[in-house]
């Protein structure tokens, strides 16, 4: 079977880092942009949705199997890279699966985790990490039904949209601890994950 690609969205602006951009901070000597990127990579084929050229990003992702997009229209929010993305989906693919950038927690394991769901409930049209106790986070795999739906959003809600319309054929995974929804959008935010690290090697 032709692999679920994996759509990881990467054109945000971090509004709310006052002015540093947290998808190039380091985590263990490596900018998160490129930790998710890899970790993705060793799950499935990836395409990264990217601020256009020249930034920053791009030499985060330098010598890493992925294929980039960038996004011209990045400023009119998640669903212009969700667009750009769904452009570059192989019209075989059974599904793919929407990955954000800055879920620092989220393991190649996690990935394959909620992947192993699609196949194990294949009457879903959306399948969703969860964290231990059941809320609703990332990565959201969709099925192919569902391209031209996702393909045609716009703004920056994100495809909650799609979501809720496929009630009832949304299968919930869940991943552990608080995995799925723990992100990194402001300066507070990286100085409490990195006070909360332990001290061993972080997860693959």
Not at 33 to 38: E, K, M, Y
Not at 112 to 121: E, F, I, Q, S, Y
């Amino acid at each position: 079977m032709t692999k679920i690609p994996i759509i990881l969205l990467a054109a945000g602006q971090s509004s709310r880092m006052g002015g540093i951009d947290k998808l190039m901070q380091p985590i263990e000597g490596v900018p998160l942009l490129r930790r998710i990127a890899q970790r993705a990579r060793a799950v499935g084929p990836v395409i990264v949705a990217l601020p256009p050229a020249p930034h920053p990003r791009f030499g985060a992702l330098e010598g890493l199997d992925v294929v980039t997009v960038e996004i011209p229209d990045a400023d009119e929010g998640m669903n212009a890279s969700l667009r750009g993305a769904m452009s570059l989906v192989p019209v075989n693919a059974p599904a793919a699966m929407i990955l954000l950038s800055d879920l620092p927690d989220l393991s190649a394991d996690d990935l394959r985790d909620v992947l192993r769901a699609v196949h194990a409930h294949p009457d879903n049209l959306v399948w969703r990490g969860a964290t231990e106790d059941g809320l609703p986070g990332h990565p959201v795999v969709f099925d192919r039904s569902l391209f031209a739906e996702l393909s045609a959003l716009s703004g920056d809600s994100g495809a909650h949209s799609v979501v809720r319309r496929c009630k009832g054929k949304v299968h919930l995974h869940r991943l552990p601890v608080q995995n799925a929804l723990l992100d990194l959008d402001t300066p507070d935010d990286w100085a409490r994950w990195k006070t909360n690290q332990p001290s061993g090697p972080s997860p693959k």
